[in-house]
């Protein structure tokens, strides 16, 4: 069988996808986003969608950093 590019794409997206930890930042913000409101409305967060964006901080310094300083505000906001 002869892949075309399109397919190779299209599967490397899917074993991307596989990964349930895997968000790209652009994904993870939106994601930190509702974490955020949520957490202002005092609203619980399940475990599945806080270890999903605390899985991508720990992997990538730059999100842990805005993660972190959004803690602070949060924190600060008491
Ligand atoms: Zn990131």
Same mark, same amino acid.
């Given at each position: 069988m002869k892949l075309d590019p399109e397919q190779i794409k299209k599967l490397a997206q899917q074993t991307l996808d596989a990964k349930p930890a895997h968000v790209s930042c652009s994904d993870w913000i939106h994601r930190v986003g509702?974490?955020?409101? /949520?957490? %202002?409305? !005092?609203? #619980? %967060? +399940?475990?599945?969608? %806080?270890? +999903?964006?605390?899985?991508h901080a720990?992997?990538? @310094? @730059?999100?842990?950093?805005?993660?972190? /300083?959004? #803690?602070?505000? %949060?924190? /600060?906001? !008491?």
């Open positions: 509702e974490f955020v409101e /949520a957490r %202002l409305r !005092g609203d #619980e %967060l +399940s475990t599945e969608r %806080l270890r +999903s964006v605390w899985q720990k992997d990538c @310094p @730059p999100c842990m950093d805005e993660l972190e /300083a959004l #803690e602070r505000l %949060l924190d /600060a906001e !008491g």
